[in-house]
């Protein structure tokens, strides 16, 4: 009977074991160990030797069992995280037969298999969420993704939360006209033609949401009233001054809070956007030598630091130059007021946070395994991409080159 | 093959008595055989068949294949399909001793007949329309298709419209003419260029998703623009009618695909995805979807990762047909192309046979080599797939449209 009870109790061990390795095989993750590399936090902190585990999709600051990995002189970094990836999308990027189409999913219009995601995450950009394209005063709903996957596509992240993006400036309006001949001919037979139309829109919705205005046509107010009731981020496009005035007037009058995005000439704002503690999706930096900027704006070199020193959060998107330009967008960060930490924060952990993505963009136990290992500081131009972990699993590996590239 | 008969210059009465004691004597043949596989007409065993062949082997449509088949065809249908079928002495049979049949082919995706256009384009949602309202059944296009060895046609809307009407099935007749035998077949729908566009709803698959969601709870989703075009309370009502049954839904990307399966699926219908010529981007994708797939237009000119397509797709089960799709081309080189590009044997046939006939819902009618069915029977001196293989006997309805001993 013992010997019964024993050859049973052996039967169970044995099938747990081959249960639990069947179960990390279906899960296709991988179980390594950065041992001795230099690990940027994500969250600002100074650079320190460690050793860091990853298992399950998951990080652990200790050792673990599994692939050890140790090239001398490397970093690892969390992957960076594009917070407004404007290039990916499969044909059209916004639904522009209507004005306001807060019932898009961003989902909807991305083309997962983009060469855009691959090439973002070989320079080290995870995540990449994705706005509907600022042509519509209101695209609609965000997207996020891991950037990268071995099945050579981006991944949809399970239960992101999905913000409303609208947008003020001239994006929205230019190009329209008024329809015509009692028919339409294009899509640019639509309001608004201009920027005040566009706020007209934007006030006229929210108006609606509450119940102090009919609705137009029939549209569908439920985001609206989700932005209101705090349920739902907003996201305001705005760039130039009068935008930004606009979209803080417009959340002022109808009460609701928003992260802006562009926000170009936020330094000429930056007093009243820091009382507000208005998160800032700041970027591109376009062109560096004229400072002129899309919409009219004039740039400054300082922005994001005069942003940030005034009281925003602020974070860097690459937005519609693609995410593979997040980490030169951080490097320029690093030229006009920000130190490399806080410049890494800016890319990593601060844009998770505004996405609503919190386990993510950083290095810290429990944290979602999304880092890459860099040959030397992920923000100096001469550092290579030596590996790439998303979601736990291996999609570039060029550790066998060693951080001299191989010579 | 009555029609094929050449009218006979003997009295009527002579000939219905000379038919009679032929049928009777075939029909005393025919009882002498127990296993009788040529005994047409067990209901009536005073009339013989009309054709009976014998071949080398037989892809029935659904993916078997039977060695040394006898096939009994009378009045238009199979009768009886037989492995080993022995034929009783003095029974007039067509022997083929070497080749391989295989039912008449069904082209599920064409516009053959449908002069005019395919598109009722003015407006994104005309579920309402019928292809078979504008189909010509006498139409020039219709003897080269039946040449060509297909029998049964889908008369579909043309992708211009999200919601772009109702499919049509047709089959061929002897003389090259048609009938349509499914008026109001499925409903066709388009989330693919040329249905998104820039001058009309939507313009994009997110577009065409809400707009065919809020379709069917029977709202507009309209633009809100002066003079945008009114919707037309028929087209919303067509489509919030909707409940279940099969669906077609011309796609060309995996993502498009994605919401064609999420979209109308989600509302109960069974969608097949059609068109799929850049779904090579990642076949597990599309296979995952679980949809039968119809892959469209394969010619000498498309990429190898395309035509690899249908063999991808079948190596993970997806049920995949071919179809010509675009006026002009021969659905028997996309098989012929399918095939040299890894799709199994297995599923070769099925893929230009069964399977598009279960896609246009009439798989209980043509498709198969099976007693019932529509009798359209191909012969070939060697595999359907082969492009040197000869046709040796094509019939069609039943009647013997070519014959080369």
């Not at chain 1, 981006?154 to 939360?161: L, Q």
Request: charged share 20%.
């Amino acid at each position: 009977m013992r010997r019964r009870l024993a050859a049973l109790a052996c039967g169970v061990v044995v099938a747990a074991l081959v249960s639990t390795a069947l179960v990390r095989a279906d899960d296709g993750r991988d179980d390594l160990v950065f041992v001795d590399v230099t690990v940027l936090d994500g969250l600002g902190g100074a650079p320190r030797k460690g050793t860091v585990s990853v298992r399950g999709g998951k990080l652990a600051l200790a050792t673990g069992k599994g692939r050890r990995v140790g090239v001398p002189g490397a970093f690892l970094a969390p992957g960076f995280v594009e917070a407004a990836g404007r290039t990916v999308y499969l044909r059209a990027d916004a639904e522009m037969t209507r004005e306001m189409t807060a019932d898009i999913d961003a989902a909807d219009l991305v083309d997962p298999r983009h060469s855009d995601f691959r090439e973002g995450a070989f320079e080290g950009c995870t995540t990449v969420v994705v706005p509907p394209s600022a042509r519509n005063v209101v695209g609609g709903l965000t997207a996020s993704y891991h950037a990268w996957s071995p099945e050579g596509r981006a991944v949809p992240i399970a239960g992101a939360p999905k913000a409303l993006a609208a947008a003020f400036g001239q994006s929205p309006s230019r190009g329209n006209f008024p329809p015509r001949y009692g028919a339409t001919t294009s899509i640019y037979a639509r309001r608004p033609t201009t920027r005040m139309g566009v706020v007209w829109m934007l006030r006229q919705a929210f108006l609606a949401a509450k119940g102090l205005q009919p609705a137009p046509d029939d549209a569908d107010l439920r985001h609206y009233r989700e932005v209101l009731e705090g349920k739902r981020t907003l996201r305001f496009q705005a760039r130039a001054i009068q935008d930004l005035n606009g979209a803080l007037r417009l959340a002022d009058e109808v009460g609701v809070q928003f992260i802006a995005e562009g926000v170009d000439e936020g330094y000429r704002v930056r007093d009243a956007l820091g009382a507000r503690r208005t998160p800032a999706l700041v970027g591109p930096l376009s062109d560096i030598r004229t400072g002129r900027g899309p919409d009219g704006t004039d740039t400054a070199l300082r922005n994001a630091a005069m942003l940030r020193d005034a009281g925003c959060v602020v974070a860097l998107t690459a937005g519609d130059s693609g995410p593979r330009w997040l980490r030169e967008q951080a490097m320029f960060a690093t030229r006009y007021g920000f130190t490399r930490e806080q410049a890494l924060a800016a890319v990593t952990s601060i844009p998770a946070d505004l996405c609503g993505l919190t386990a993510r963009g950083r290095i810290a136990d429990g944290a979602a395994a999304d880092v890459v290992l860099w040959s030397g500081h992920p923000l100096l131009p001469s550092s290579r991409m030596l590996m790439v972990v998303i979601d736990g699993r291996v999609i570039f590996d060029r550790t066998g080159e060693g951080t001299d590239g191989g010579k | 093959m009555r029609a094929a008969r050449p009218a006979s210059p003997t009295p009527a009465i002579w000939r219905t008595t000379t038919r009679a004691v032929s049928r009777a004597a075939l029909a005393l043949c025919l009882a002498a055989v127990v296993a009788a596989p040529v005994a047409a007409r067990a209901d009536d065993p005073e009339r013989a068949a009309d054709l009976i062949v014998r071949v080398g082997r037989l892809h029935v449509g659904d993916g078997t294949v039977l060695r040394g088949a006898v096939i009994v065809i009378d009045e238009g249908r199979f009768v009886s399909v037989a492995e080993d079928g022995t034929v009783p002495p003095g029974v007039p049979v067509r022997v083929f001793a070497d080749a391989v049949a295989c039912p008449g082919f069904v082209d599920a995706v064409t516009q053959i007949g449908l002069d005019g256009g395919a598109a009722e384009s003015p407006e994104a949602r005309t579920p309402d329309v019928r292809a078979a309202d504008a189909f010509d059944v006498h139409h020039r296009d219709l003897r080269p298709v039946l040449a060509a060895g297909v029998t049964t046609i889908g008369l579909l809307p043309a992708p211009s419209n999200v919601a772009a009407g109702r499919a049509a099935v047709a089959t061929l007749r002897a003389d090259g003419s048609a009938a349509v035998i499914e008026r109001v077949g499925a409903p066709v729908f388009a989330l693919r260029p040329p249905a998104l566009r820039a001058d009309r709803v939507p313009n994009t698959i997110a577009g065409a998703r809400a707009l065919l969601e809020a379709a069917f709870e029977g709202r507009a989703w309209t633009t809100s623009g002066e003079g945008a075009v009114a919707v037309r309370r028929a087209a919303l009502d067509a489509l919030a009618g909707m409940r279940d049954g099969p669906a077609l839904a011309y796609v060309s990307d995996v993502e498009e695909a994605r919401v064609a399966v999420e979209t109308l699926g989600g509302r109960g219908l069974s969608p097949t995805l059609v068109g799929l010529r850049a779904a090579w981007k990642d076949p597990a994708a599309v296979a995952a979807l679980g949809a039968p797939c119809v892959v469209t237009d394969l010619s000498l000119n498309d990429s190898e990762a395309l035509l690899s397509l249908p063999a991808e797709l079948a190596r993970r089960g997806v049920g995949v047909s071919l179809a010509s799709g675009a006026p002009g081309r021969s659905l028997r080189m996309a098989l012929a192309l399918a095939v040299a590009h890894g799709l199994p044997a297995k599923d070769a046939v099925p893929a230009v046979t069964h399977r598009p006939a279960a896609v246009l819902d009439v798989a209980d009618r043509v498709g198969r080599v099976a007693p019932s069915l529509r009798a359209d029977l191909l012969v070939f001196s060697g595999e359907p797939w082969e492009p040197s293989s000869r046709v040796l006997l094509s019939v069609v309805g039943g009647e013997i449209t070519e014959e080369r001993p």
